[in-house]
């Protein structure tokens, strides 16, 4: 089946760190892979995406790279903010299937000053 | 342009009432999604519509759930008769047409307690 693993959250980082969230995947097709973030008492916005291998998404400045070697595509950032607290979300959805997101658990992240 | 909207942004509901939930896609978006976001469960996929195929409905809990979506726009989520695992936020995203490739645009939700 298709599946997404998260790194275990919670996540807690001084301001100017540098930030890794693993995620890893399981699938039967070629997904297309997304991070998903959830800033407190909001909705799900879209953070970035990648359609093929090799690819980097990238926005705010966070990156992942779709690594079809190892089924990963961890989000990185080189110097986090306060305001970057939120909890992040990898997701992926296959394109010859059903047209669902499948979604890892989430990682709470919290940024201190 | 106008993102995604939902409604009501939280219900409150007695065990074994009904609910409407309502979601008003992105203008111009042909698909449409329904998720539940739950503590226990995290983000679950639950309805899928595209245009004027028959829905995808692999991802309804049971039978009390069902979803209609009219004119290929407005959708709305029915529970019937709520029990308390049916507390949770239910999101609704859509896209502008079916491939894999394209981003899901998701709404704020709605916050559902069954008391």
């Known amino acids: 089946g298709n599946s997404v693993t998260q790194m275990e959250g919670p996540v807690t980082l001084s301001e100017e760190a540098f930030l890794t969230i693993n995620c890893t995947y399981t699938?039967?097709?070629?997904?297309?892979l997304f991070w998903y973030v959830q800033y407190p008492g909001e909705g799900l916005q879209l953070l970035l995406k990648a359609t093929k291998a090799d690819d980097k998404g990238s926005n705010k400045g966070f990156e992942a790279t779709y690594r079809k070697e190892t089924t990963s595509f961890h989000l990185e950032k080189g110097s986090v903010q306060v305001s970057d607290s939120a909890v992040y979300f990898c997701?992926?959805?296959?394109?010859?299937?059903?047209?669902?997101?499948?979604f890892g658990q989430g990682t709470r992240l919290t940024i201190n000053p | 342009g106008a993102g995604v909207s939902q409604s009501p942004s939280n219900k409150v509901t007695e065990k074994g009432k009904d609910v409407e939930l309502r979601c008003d896609p992105i203008?111009?978006?042909?698909?449409l999604y329904w998720y539940r976001q739950s503590l226990g469960q995290g983000l679950e996929f639950l309805i899928y519509f595209q245009g004027n195929s028959a829905p995808d409905k692999s991802g309804l809990p049971s039978d009390r759930f069902s979803a209609e979506r009219t004119g290929g726009s407005v959708s709305t989520l029915t529970i019937q008769r709520t029990q308390q695992e049916d507390s949770a936020v239910y999101l609704c995203?859509?896209?502008?047409?079916?491939?894999?490739?394209?981003?899901?645009?998701f709404g704020p939700g709605t916050r559902l307690l069954v008391l």
């Open positions: 699938a039967t097709g070629y997904p297309s």
């Open positions: 997701a992926l959805i296959i394109y010859q299937g059903a047209q669902k997101l499948v």
């Open positions: 995203a859509s896209s502008s047409g079916s491939g894999g490739r394209l981003a899901q645009y």
């Open positions: 203008s111009g978006h042909t698909a």
